[in-house]
């Protein structure tokens, strides 16, 4: 008995049904995995912009620090550092 009297498709039709199913759902599989990867690189776009603005505000510290301990402090006694209540 063949596949046409028994009601089912050929063989052949068969295994194009099922590559046409599998192809689909590894493009459902690749888009979804694009979707990721999108959405990482703008969360790493924006950890990048965010190191950027840290990087400036730290070398701004830094800067004002150095002008700071650059200035001639003059030495004070133990004497002058007690809290005022000795």
Do not use: C, N, W
């Not at 295994?15 to 990482?40: G, M, N, Y």
């Not at 830094?62 to 030495?75: H, Q």
Request: charged share 35%.
């Amino acid at each position: 008995m063949d596949d046409h009297a028994s009601g089912k498709p050929p063989a052949h039709e068969q295994r194009l049904a099922e590559l046409t199913r599998r192809v689909i759902d590894l493009e459902s599989h690749f888009l979804h995995l694009q979707r990721i990867v999108d959405d990482l690189h703008e969360g790493l776009l924006r950890s990048e912009k965010r190191a950027d603005a840290l990087a400036r505000q730290l070398a701004a510290l830094s800067g004002r620090f150095d002008t700071a301990s650059e200035r001639e402090v003059e030495p004070r006694s133990l004497e002058e550092e007690k809290p005022p209540h000795y």
